[in-house]
């Protein structure tokens, strides 16, 4: 029996990236499983740690086009979206695409650019499309951003408001690496093995099917309760003041599709709706100033809804 | 932390149906048919209100509260500040009063407010909690209060425990497991038969107690009385003319003092009869005045006091009222003797009161009584050659210089010296000497009948023995040889009256025969069977139920077979052991919180049921994985066989 088209693509790309991206296979998985899902992937972590360079494997390992935004203060709203110039010779104004023209788009450092240009970089994630002088421009499909920001400097950053984080699929933190993946790091390193020395090894059309044989992957509608009732069980929780919103269960549910396929399933399980609620949850909650006082974790918040909702099958 | 889940309605109505259950095993208290309305009106709006809102946990308690006080006090008819009294003191008032009690609120009202209790509170562990029958135990509770009220035997135990059989199948299984059914009802028949014997009651020291603790002593007024002969004391109105009306009996002597044993109770709705072949006799009394004290006219055997709110002594037949009383009717029993039979009647020292003592006596007074006798063994024979010494040989004294006091000296000085007393001393001299003899005896003072009419004056005062004879119970007797019986009179005195006429003398006699040794039964040490029966029966039940329960259970699901079935099983199996398996994990948490439990063949036998259950219930493909989810089944039981001991006997016992 042969593995589904998105398992098959799910294991160029994961193998292809952990060329350079070592000792971290769960978070090289549930990238490209947002990759999969189609959704917007948000790397948080301290300085270091391979975000941008998770980032830049991702958006090399797929045969299409990719741009990279450096968010800084004086990144303005057109650069990220285009303008239109106007074009002396042909006495017309043309548009000139941004940065966000392209399959995938790294957003680094998303956290220092200014509200406005986050907005603007936030609304074509949410359109997928960038709308110009009332001309609509339509953004390349697939359409992937992965965003990097850094958690612990506060100076000249400007926190990404809860609204936005809502248009992540997932929030990943890719963490300190063990001695053996750290050495292996640096081997990688010595070796001259980089992001750049990847190769595409997946074409477009490809990815495109193994995308569309996601969002067709079969889903029992126990589970969908299920994922509903873990995204109201947020809302009830006496630590959150905002639980997940109604898109939090959409995303529970496109998340736990394509987490399947890196399993070779094409149909969702409770434990898959278990695995993605922590990076699809936690950036969506909002806790209460006590909770935030007593130190409380989002990922702590999730872990407690997910210990308490009946699972499907486990009445009893 | 579990997750709150709604239970099945018929969960929540087995829990209510068990502490219905529990608070109708009062009935001995109360009669079941007086509980039905207060129990019933109490339960019914609760159960109402716990199944409208179940699911709310905030509110559900207290609303089915509200609601089931709302139908006691419409029930009861009773305002909220006499279930605030029922809280604190019905149970009290009715272990001081006569079973069965009257069901007044202010006394019935503790069994449905403990039913709701146990109710409420079993409904919330049932929905809180992951072990079922754990909202059995506040039923539980209320059926070890019950049984210290009184112990439950026979076809009530029977019934009692095959509802409680049934209420806990019903909340376990989605189905009746007949096998338990069958367990509670050999368990219950073996409780009602070995349950026969003497219970604890919480009532045996619980009496009513007295504002005013000492009145003088009837004995002591007697001279007063017998000074002014013509006060009226009180009048009668009956079918037939009443011989003896005793006020008090006097069972206790020092060698100074008589006074009275027992304790009082509040009247209930009766008292059964404790005589053989009763039959029931009943006189409106009214009181003219001069009665003093708190007693009131009585009988040996009292039925039903109406009229008046009264104490009595159920062994003694001592009515007594604090708050007075102009008239009340009483109804009392009195036993068929056969003349020709009484006479052959052995003594019967097991009633209260027959073992009392005399002091410190005389040797003298010792040796007269058994020279009376002819030291014959005691027997009613005896009793009555006693009471026939004293007629032929004493001289009763009713006018002049009366002689007083009715202790050892005064006592001795009657016997053997001056042999010339009052009815007082004749009584207590008779009494006395029958202990001595070892004849069961008391000393009661009250009232003759009147010679004409139906007023009782303080002429008709009177002291008199009175002695224990088994079948007939207590039975006057009369040594001064001067007590009227009146002709029109069919009753015990007068073929006591025919009996002594026969009396051979004491040459002729010959000795009865032996009666059987009374049990020494000591109240002190009586065992609490029937408490201690329930308190081993119970857990015993439980231990030797569970693995049934467990058995038949495992049973149906393989009978049924699904995959799902397989995944039950598995969970329950682990958490017998001790793996903490919640409702919030799948298959595969499941198996991570086995792995320090489980070695690793059972480890992969749970993930192969895992793959099977996610195979089967949500792929959306037709897929038979019924053989592999079964397959990991007994895989994982025969790994958890080979766990220590131990720990496979502590799962043995676990649901």
Redesign the interface.
Known sequence: MTAPKSTLAYQAIADNVQRVVRGKPEVVRYAVAALLAEGHLLVEDVPGLGKTTLARCLARSVGGTWNRIQFTPDLLPGDVTGVTVYHQKTEQFEFHPGGVFANVVLADEVNRGTPKTQSALLEVMSERRVTVDSVAHEVPHPFLVVATQNPIEMEGTYRLPEAQLDRFLMRLSVGYPDLAAEVLVVMSDAARVGPDDLEPVIDMPTLRAAITEVRGS?I?P??CEYAVRVAAATREHAAVRWGASPRGSIALVRAAQALAATEG?L?????DI?AVAEPVLSHRLVLTPDAELNQRRPAEVVA?V??????????? | ???P?VARGSGLVAVYLAASVAGLLFGPVFGVGALLLPVGATVLPALAVTLWLRSREAWRAMAAVFAGLAGLLVALRADPSAVFAGVTDSWRLALQTTWPARPEPEVVVFVPLLVLAAAVFGVELLLRLRAPLVSLLPALGVVVLSQAYAAAGGVSAILAAVAFAACGAVIVARGIPWAAVALGVVGAVALGVVSSGPALSLRTDEFAPLATPRVASPLDELPSRLADPSTPVFEYTSSAPVDRWPIVVLDEFDGVNWTPGGGLRRMGTGLPPAVESPTSRSAEVRMLGSLDGPWLPSQTWPATVEGVDALVDPARGTLLSEAGASSYTLTWWEPQVDPVSLMGKAIDPSVPGAKAGVGTAPASVHDLAEKAVGRMRSSFRTALLLEKYMRDNYELVTTGDLPVGHGWPQLERFLTVEKRGTREQFAAAYVAMARLLGIPARLVVGFAGPDSGSVVRNRDALAWPEVAVEGVGWVALDPTGSARVSSASNGLPRVLEDTRSDLPSPDEMVPPELPPAAPDVAPARRVPWALALWLLVVPVGWLLALPLLVGVRSWRRRRSGTV?DA??EV?DRLRRHGVAV?????V??AATAARPVVDPPTADALSGL?MA??AT?????PVDARAQAWSAVRAVRSGLARRPWKARLRAAFRY
């Open positions: 079969h029992a126990a589970i399933r149909f969702v399980t409770p434990d278990k407690e997910l210990g308490t909702v009946t699972a499907p099958l486990a009445a009893g | 932390m579990s997750m889940t799902a995944w039950a969970r919640t409702s919030a994990m799948t595969r948490d895992a259950v996610d219930m949500w792929s959306g493909a």
